[in-house]
Every structure is written in C-alpha cells, then in structure tokens.
C-alpha cells in the first residue's frame, strides 16, 4: 500500500547536488530522472531524465557527458540537449577537510530555435565526521543564435 501511495504522489522539488571528487581511472554512469503525475503547476511535464557520464583523465580532471531527456504532458519523450565538458579539483579533500572544484559545460540545444548555453562554477564540500555539505554554484549564460 505504501509503494502505490509513493507512485501517485506528485513530484515535488527535486536537485541532485554535485560533488568536486574527480577519480582518476573512474567511469561513472549515472541517471537521475523524475517522474510527475497529476497536472504540475510549474513543470508541465510527465517524466524528465539527465543521463551523466564521467571519467577521471587524471587525479584532478575528468570529462564529462550529459543527456537531457523530457516528456511534456501529452507529447513524446526526447531529447532536449547534450552536454559537453569537465571538472577540475582545485582543493583535493582526503576524510574530513574542505575540497573545491571547477565545473565547465557546453550545453547543445536539440529543439529548433533554443539557445546553447555555457554552464560554469565551482563546486565545494566540507565534511566533518559523519557530516557534510556540498555547495554547487553554477552559473549559466545563452549563446549562439538563439541567445535571449
């Protein structure tokens, strides 16, 4: 009863916070999706889904790709862009202590007539025994034809 409860709630906010640590050697594959129900307010969507992968170039770099998938209300799921890019660790954190890392995307608008954008900032993290936080701060500019 409780899983059909949790599968006819609404979506509510939902983020998925990045974390500075770059491993060099590691591929990672990872899906972070939402699916809604109900009419949405804000979102006006029925299912959305960002597909990253990423792999350590060296201990301090990895590249990174990114797929953005969604489904309006109604229509079909597709693509809406492709991500191109990497991160840095500036401040390589080992157990507690402070790490800090650069974050640069170059995002691909698939639909006609939507402007790239340029994803960049720094991502932070403080952990402290069983305790952490992780500050992500990106910044996003329009470019190409389409820029607003």
Known sequence: MFLLALASAPASAQFYVRSPEVDKGEAEIE????????????????????????????????????????QPIGENLEGKAIELGGQYEIIQRHGDGFGLAFRTLYEFALPDNSPDEILFGPLAKFVRGHDSVTINTLFVGQVGDHAE
């Open 31 to 70: 899906e972070h999706g939402a699916l809604y129900s109900g009419p949405g307010e804000d979102e006006r969507l029925r299912q959305s889904h960002e597909i990253e992968g990423k792999y350590g170039i060296t201990e301090r770099f990895e590249g990174i790709l990114e797929g953005e998938l969604e």
